[in-house]
């Protein structure tokens, strides 16, 4: 089979979820004999062909409906919540000789590539990486604030090209990697052929040795004990709930340091962070590295160096960087929201607390923290899950399936 993967964008200086799920996928299918391209806008990298792991990356220009719109806002839509057009990037997929086209975004680009599958008579799936169904106002508005006083004219194109409906109600079929918005979508669509497919992992990739230079390149003691979050630096992500957390442990526990890791996508969240690590004297124990490339030896050696994982997110479909974590063998406290509450199973692969409740983060990370038999118990049982349930050849081995049981159904 032939698939065409499309996206919002595929940059590997700015790296999320979405992109790691859909290189993997890509690679996997390369290696059982099937192709797959992926085509993207330019947002945050170059127009252009690219190949990467024998993987072809097409990107295309792309513009934004909206008037005004400065080259500020236009960076803040790249990095999350933008609505692109671009005509040369269907252009292309029409001529793309593909059996399935698979879509992993939403907006102008689902609605032009469903219209492009339904034309070739393929059968046009949709993958919901989170954001559908699910996504808290308070982050809707957040992602709404670069368009603020703007005019959008895509409502009118839309309209005048007989384009304005939801490309979910015509897919052929639907993938979501995270249960909650699974259970929301099945319900809401149970005529459809709608599945759930978690995210995968290459566990080896973070089980080499760790790198005892690392924590002396970023200034990080050997005795500290280091709790890491690897995550966009973004208001969905909720980091500013692990600085609180510091700001109360740090005086019972002097050799705790916080890692985080990611790449700034909400810089006015970003200069937030930093003004409070600032009013509370947090410099000392508060490490933050504006992300690594996915492909880092960089980012192995900060999983490795770290005795705890934490992710305290508001709103979160999967949590890819979990299976990272378990991997890299650290036990796990992760939010109870979304798909975390499905993946992390309090007490008994990981602990869950509620986001929004500072006490709990705090009484679940000082847990952890203090007994060693706990780390052990619920990273043991990570181990069997990941191994049972999360290894990139069995997820992608279900996604083939799929894909034939949606083409033999195109062929009747």
Request: with cysteine; aromatic share 8%; glycine share 8%.
């Amino acid at each position: 089979m032939q698939i065409a993967n499309l996206l919002r964008r595929m940059s590997f200086q700015e790296w999320g979820g979405t992109e790691t799920v859909v290189f993997n996928t890509a690679r996997e299918l390369l290696r059982d004999g099937h192709g797959a391209r992926i085509f993207c806008t330019s947002a945050l990298d170059r127009t252009g062909d690219e190949e990467v792991s024998g993987i072809r990356i097409s990107r295309f220009g792309y513009s934004y409906p909206y008037f005004p719109l400065s080259k500020m806002r236009r960076r803040m839509l790249d990095k999350k919540g933008g609505n692109p057009f671009s005509p040369t990037l269907i252009r292309a997929l029409e001529t793309e000789k593909a059996d399935v086209i698979h879509c992993h975004t939403m907006g102008h680009l689902a609605v032009q590539a469903c219209r492009t599958a339904r034309r070739a008579r393929i059968p046009f799936v949709m993958s919901l990486h989170g954001g559908a169904l699910n996504v808290p106002e308070g982050e809707i508005r957040e992602m709404c604030r670069p368009l603020e006083h703007s005019l959008n004219y895509g409502r009118l194109l839309d309209l005048v090209r007989f384009e304005n409906f939801d490309p979910m109600s015509r897919a052929d079929g639907i993938v979501c990697v995270g249960y909650d918005e699974y259970r929301r979508v099945a319900a809401k669509f149970p005529e459809k052929n709608v599945i759930y497919l978690p995210n995968g992992v290459d566990p080896e990739r973070f089980r080499t040795a760790p790198d005892p230079g690392f924590r002396r390149r970023y200034g990080i003691g050997r005795e500290k004990f280091v709790v890491l979050c690897v995550s966009r630096i973004d208001y969905q992500k909720n980091q500013m709930q692990l600085l609180k957390m510091m700001k109360w442990l740090r005086g019972e526990m002097p050799d705790l340091h916080l890692l985080l890791v990611g790449p700034i996508t909400a810089t006015d969240y970003f200069a937030r962070m930093k003004a409070y690590i600032a009013e509370n004297a947090l410099e000392e124990c508060v490490t933050i590295i504006p992300g690594f490339q996915p492909s880092s030896p960089e980012l192995v050696a900060a999983y490795r160096c770290a005795d705890l994982f934490v992710l305290p997110s508001r709103h979160e479909p999967f949590g890819i960087v979990v299976l990272e974590a378990w991997s890299a063998g650290l036990p796990v406290v992760a939010a109870r929201v979304g798909g975390l509450e499905h993946l992390v199973r309090d007490g008994e692969n990981g602990l869950a607390f509620d986001s929004a409740d500072l006490n709990e983060l705090i009484e679940k990370c000082r847990a952890a923290c203090a007994d060693r038999e706990l780390r052990g118990r619920i990273c043991e049982g990570a181990e069997r899950d990941l191994e049972e349930n999360y290894r990139w050849p069995r997820i992608v081995a279900r996604l083939e399936a799929f894909y034939e049981e949606l083409c033999n159904e195109k062929r009747r």
